[in-house]
């Protein structure tokens, strides 16, 4: 059934009031019936979320945005709200209480009453690192329980764990020494203790590592869940491969703002937000790009006079400013995705840049040449031809350099260098290639000597 025919069967149902809701439920997949529930009115929002089961209502929400979830629960009673929330993923449940007014979130905390510490306890940790991110319900046995035990307990757990695809060997002191994946617990021999089949060889990662470090390793190892731990080595939850591909999923989509300068739209609904919310967030970098405009204009007022003497000049403006566009452009992409993904680390940047400024300078020379000899030939001017090739081979070179160097320095001080990759970028290589074409032109350039 196409997702259009049902909602509006829902929407039937809703007005019918028909309970009979969970064959309808099983047919469709909860990501699907999210995306229906997104498009019914607030109205029919509350009365539909009364049609379900708390265990119902829980897997849809799960698979709601962050926005969407907390306009639904503003919706629901308190207690509805908290009983639906001790039905979800301790990470999820944990992630819409910080999404929720403080003194909601406080008072919801209340009402779950037995699950409020371990909820307290996942929201103290940032929500960009591994705490924030981690899951508590995973599956953790003693070292010396044996595989039938293992196995007869894990029927008994299973379906209150995030993921049963691996079994953590741990402690007395809840420290991991191992783990075991499904299929290995099941082909070990009865009596076999946990501890001389385990795999000590663990990926592990620390309570307050970054979520994009979490994410490389899990794609490094191509692990299904990692585990979290303390300073000392013990177990505090897991963080699941579906919570990687969010995370991947959010920082693509924060770059891909920055880069763009509207970085603050990463937290806003940009279907229901007003204009005026939307213009407030995009319009700041959208001046400081304007005023960097009217600065490289004011370049080439200066050289008005250059202009007005050697008309030709202004042809190969924007052939300059559009290769420098590009090449900036290229450099600073290929940097700051290397570094978001870890290919080049943090010893490696300065000696990259390095490689970085040989590699503008051939890319220079050969556009240089290239547009030195078109320019002599279309304007039959030798010298303007050399003037235009030495400013091309100059501002490819620099425009390498400032694409590297500005999110380098960025990265240094400990901010995200896709920052650095839009307009920041482009304002300065704009006025740098300028600066380089004119320069070129009135030392060189027998018309423009004196001026």
Request: net charge negative; with cysteine.
């Amino acid at each position: 059934m196409s997702i259009q025919k049902s909602l509006q069967k829902i929407i039937k149902m809703i007005k019918e009031r028909d309970t009979n809701l969970e064959e309808f439920f099983q047919n469709l997949h909860p990501s699907d019936f999210a995306e229906i529930v997104d498009d019914l009115t607030d109205e029919q929002k509350a009365e539909l979320f009364d049609l379900l089961s708390d265990e119902e209502a829980a897997m849809v929400i799960q698979e709601m945005e962050e926005l969407d979830q907390v306009v639904l629960f503003q919706l629901l009673t308190k207690k509805r709200a908290s009983a639906i929330l001790k039905e979800m993923a301790s990470d999820d449940a944990a992630d819409l209480l910080s999404e929720l007014p403080e003194n909601e979130a406080r008072e919801l905390l209340t009402l779950i009453d037995e699950d409020a510490e371990e909820l307290r306890g996942l929201m103290k940790y940032p929500e960009d690192t591994a705490g924030g991110i981690m899951t508590t319900e995973y599956i953790a046995f003693p070292e010396n329980m044996t595989v039938e035990e293992a196995i007869r307990r894990l029927r008994e757990i299973a379906p209150e764990a995030e993921t049963v695809y691996y079994v953590y060997v741990v402690t007395e002191e809840m420290q991991v020494s191992g783990v075991l994946s499904l299929r290995e617990l099941i082909a070990s021999a009865d009596g076999t203790k946990l501890a001389e089949i385990m795999r000590k060889s663990l990926i592990s990662v620390p309570v307050d590592m970054d979520q994009e470090e979490v994410a490389r390793l899990v794609s490094k190892y191509d692990l299904l869940a990692v585990p979290v731990v303390d300073e000392r080595q013990r177990l505090l939850g897991i963080v699941t491969v579906d919570d990687i591909l969010d995370v991947l999923e959010e920082e693509a989509t924060e770059d891909m703002y920055r880069r763009v300068g509207a970085a603050e739209l990463e937290s806003v609904d940009l279907v229901s937000a007003s204009v005026p919310s939307i213009l407030g967030r995009r319009l700041p970098w959208l001046i400081i790009t304007l005023i960097g405009g009217l600065f490289v204009g004011s370049v080439i007022a200066v050289f008005e006079e250059a202009l007005e003497a050697v008309a030709a000049l202004v042809f190969f403006i924007p052939v300059i400013m559009d290769m420098g566009g590009n090449v900036a452009t290229q450099s600073s992409t290929v940097f700051v995705r290397g570094v978001a993904t870890g290919e080049i680390s943090v010893e490696e940047r300065w000696g990259y840049f390095m490689r970085e400024i040989r590699i503008g300078v051939l890319m220079g020379v050969i556009c240089g040449s290239t547009v030195a000899v078109a320019a002599s030939f279309w304007q039959g001017d030798p010298m303007l031809g050399l003037v235009v090739g030495i400013a091309m081979s100059g501002t490819v070179t620099v425009a390498a350099i400032i694409g590297t160097l500005i999110p380098l320095v960025f990265s240094q001080f400990g901010i995200d260098p896709a920052y650095a990759s839009g307009p920041l970028v482009t304002t300065i290589k704009d006025a740098t290639g300028l600066l380089i074409y004119f320069s070129i032109a009135i030392r060189l350039l027998p018309e423009l000597v004196n001026l």
